[in-house]
C-alpha cells in the first residue's frame, strides 16, 4: 500500500512526538521519584500519556492512507477524526487517575517532605522541550489540515502551562516550606488535563455531524453557480468535512429543453468552478434540475434565501 505525501509527514511528526515525549516523560517521572515531588511526577505521566497520544496519531496514518473499497466508499480520511475523539478520552483519563491520586493525598494525611531542588532544572528543561515540540506539531498540522495533529500539538501547548505551573508550585514550596503545596499543583494540573480532553473532544463535534464551521463555504458555493452560464438557482447545499478535504453536493436549475450532453456540461463546469473556489474538495455532485421546479419535500440542505438570512 503506497503511503501519500500527507501521511509520511504525519508518521514523521509522531514519531519525532514519541521520541521527545519518552524522553521527557522518564526524566520527569524518575526526577519526581527520587527528588520526592508528586507534581513532578504528575508532570511526567502528562508526557506519558503524550507518547500513547502520539502512538494513535502514528497508527491513524497507516489507516487513512487506504484507499476507498466496497465498505468505505469515500475512504478513510475520517479516522482523523475518530482519532482525535480517542486523544481526548485518553488525555481526560489521564487527568482524572492522577486528580484521584492527589485528593487521596490530600485527604489522607501523610509526612510530607520538601522535594529536592534540582526538580526545578528538569521543569525548566520539559518547558523548553515541550515548546519545540508542540510548535513543531503545529506548524505540521496547520500545513497538511490534520485536526489530530493540531490537537496533539494543542495539548502539548497545555503542556507547556502545566510545567510552569508545576514550576510556580516547586518554587512555593522551597520558600514556604510548605510540601503540600507540591500536592495541591498535582490536583491543579490534573484538572486543567480534563480541561483541555473536554475541549477537544467537543472541537470534533461539528465534523462527525456532517456541519461546517463556516457558512462563508455556502456563499463561495453560490457565487461559483452564478459563473456558470445556464447555472441558476443553486439550492439545496449541502457541504461537510472528511478531515482536511469537503465534499458538496447541490441542486442546480437549467433550461428544462436543454439536450443531456449540455445539461452534462453545465454540471461539470459548476463543480470545475467550486473546486477553483474552495481549497481541498473531495467530491462535488451536482443535480440539474428543469428551472422553475419545485420539490415540497426537500426539507434538508441549504439555499440562496437562507444564507441572505
Request: negative net charge.
Given at each position: 500500500m503506497a503511503i501519500g505525501e500527507r501521511e509520511k509527514k504525519i508518521i514523521r511528526a509522531s514519531q519525532i512526538s514519541i521520541g521527545g515525549n519518552a524522553l521527557l516523560s522518564?526524566?520527569?517521572i524518575v526526577t519526581g521519584?527520587?527528588?520526592?515531588?508528586?507534581?513532578v511526577m504528575a508532570d511526567g505521566v502528562d508526557s506519558a500519556s503524550d507518547i500513547i497520544t502520539s502512538l494513535v496519531t502514528l497508527y491513524t496514518a497507516h489507516i487513512i492512507a487506504r484507499p476507498p473499497d466496497p465498505k468505505f466508499p469515500y475512504g478513510y480520511n475520517k479516522a482523523d477524526t475518530i482519532a482525535t475523539k480517542v486523544l481526548a478520552f485518553i488525555i481526560f483519563f489521564a487527568g482524572a487517575q492522577l486528580a484521584i491520586t492527589s485528593l487521596n493525598r490530600l485527604i489522607y494525611p501523610v509526612d510530607r517532605i520538601i522535594?529536592?531542588?534540582f526538580a526545578i532544572y528538569v521543569i525548566i528543561v520539559s518547558i523548553i522541550g515541550k515548546y519545540l515540540l508542540s510548535g513543531y506539531l503545529k506548524r505540521v498540522g496547520k500545513k497538511i489540515e490534520s485536526a489530530m495533529l493540531i490537537a496533539n500539538a494543542r495539548n502539548m501547548q497545555n503542556d507547556v502551562v502545566i510545567s510552569f505551573s508545576v514550576l510556580t508550585g516547586l518554587i512555593f514550596t522551597f520558600v514556604l516550606k510548605m510540601p503540600v503545596i507540591d500536592v495541591i499543583t498535582a490536583f491543579g494540573v490534573s484538572i486543567y488535563i480534563m480541561i483541555v480532553a473536554f475541549r477537544i473532544f467537543m472541537q470534533t463535534n461539528m465534523e462527525m455531524m456532517d456541519g461546517v464551521e463556516n457558512?462563508?463555504?455556502?456563499?463561495k458555493i453560490i457565487k461559483a453557480v452564478h459563473e456558470v452560464k445556464g447555472a441558476s438557482a443553486p439550492h439545496r447545499i449541502r457541504a461537510r468535512k472528511m478531515a482536511y478535504l469537503h465534499v458538496i453536493a447541490l441542486d442546480v436549475e437549467a433550461e428544462g429543453d436543454i439536450?443531456?450532453?449540455?445539461?452534462h456540461d453545465i454540471a461539470r463546469r459548476v463543480?470545475?468552478?467550486?473546486?477553483?473556489?474552495i481549497p481541498n474538495v473531495y467530491d462535488v455532485l451536482v443535480h440539474i434540475e428543469p428551472r422553475g421546479n419545485v420539490e415540497p419535500d426537500e426539507v434538508f440542505g441549504v439555499s440562496e434565501k437562507d444564507i441572505e438570512k
Open positions: 522518564v526524566l520527569k521519584l527520587i527528588a520526592g515531588s508528586l507534581a522535594p529536592e531542588p457558512e462563508e463555504i455556502y456563499r439536450p443531456l450532453t449540455e445539461a463543480e470545475e468552478k467550486i473546486k477553483k473556489a
